[in-house]
């Protein structure tokens, strides 16, 4: 049986209960799509939640990789977060400016580095900003902590390891992008992908965990009510993929919440799938479409 995970989110209720707390740490991990105008180092120096500091996920990433924001190694992220002053024994909690769109990805990053005890803000800077709660615009000067960094690669999946799967089904791949990204009947955010999806994979939009009204995760029934429309089958492992692994994050968030532990994400997600150069099978159209 499925067990929830309550520790993977926390409501603003909580966190304006918790501000003080010496153990806890905030984290703004603001971001906008190539195709969005926006600042987001600069939205967080106007304005963020007393006491977050700024993640970055195109800087705190893998330097030599051509892809977007691909994790960096254990190694960076220990000193990237050591500077932002998250270490062990803090409970860190990540939000963004969207609501619910790249906090997961820092999230996921932390987990997959080894710190459990992280959260995601639900409904994110805009339900906080909603409901009246402070903010501030000065810096933040963190100190140092120390973290260790223990990956956990049981939760990242590649390439190659997809690849096989096409040859063995043994996980069931779920697809976070618009049903039209997924159909390829739209055009492809990151330039110079081809249209369509990873074959034989599932599409469950991560806008369809979200509460419209508030920009919160669904509760947990409805959840895994989206989950099975969607045909994913909860009693097997699941990979979750995007257009460059931000969005799959939520989709992995979602699947935490209501209890499933057999998730990973697919790293390079379509960036590196859709690459016109990458020998990789695609399927276009409806989901009984063959590649």
């Known amino acids: 049986m499925l067990r929830p995970d309550s520790s993977a989110v926390v409501s603003t209720d909580w966190l304006a209960a918790h501000l003080e707390a010496p153990d806890v740490r905030l984290v703004d991990a603001s971001y906008y799509l190539p195709v969005e105008e926006g600042d987001a180092r600069a939205d967080y120096a106007a304005e963020h939640i007393p006491g977050a500091v700024f993640f970055d996920i195109d800087e ?28 062990d024994g803090n409970r860190i909690v990540v939000y963004d400016r969207h609501g ?7 999230w996921w990053s932390f987990r ?20 009246g709660r402070p903010l501030d615009d000065r810096p933040v000067r963190p100190e140092e902590r120390h973290f ?39 055009g492809e955010i990151w330039p110079g992908r081809r249209l369509g999806r990873i074959p034989d994979s599932l599409n469950l939009p991560f806008t369809d965990l979200i509460d419209p009204a508030d920009g919160t995760l669904l509760p947990e029934p409805q959840l895994r009510e989206r989950f099975a429309a969607a ?28 209890g499933h532990r057999d998730v990973a ?21 409806g989901p009984d479409a063959s590649a």
Request: glycine share 10%; hydrophobic share 40%; charged share 25%.
């Open 100 to 106: 619910l769109r790249s906090a997961p990805r820092v």
């Open 231 to 258: 045909g994913v089958d909860l009693g097997k492992p699941v990979v979750t993929t995007c257009g460059s692994g931000v969005t799959a994050c939520i989709l992995a968030l979602g699947l935490a919440v209501i």
């Open 60 to 87: 705190i990433k893998d330097e030599t990789s051509p892809l977007p924001h691909m994790l960096p190694s254990p190694e960076k992220f220990a000193a990237r977060v050591r500077k932002l002053g998250l270490g």
């Open 148 to 186: 260790t960094a223990r990956f956990d690669r049981t939760q990242v999946r590649g390439k190659d390891q997809l690849l096989r799967n096409l040859e063995t089904p043994r996980e069931q791949v779920l697809d976070a992008r618009a049903r039209e990204r997924f159909d390829g009947t739209a």
């Open 265 to 285: 994400v697919y790293d390079g997600s379509w960036a590196e799938w859709g690459l016109p150069d990458a020998e990789t099978p695609v399927a276009t159209g």
């Open 112 to 131: 997959i580095m080894g710190h459990r005890d992280v959260a995601v803000l639900d409904g994110g800077l805009p339900k906080w900003k909603a409901e």
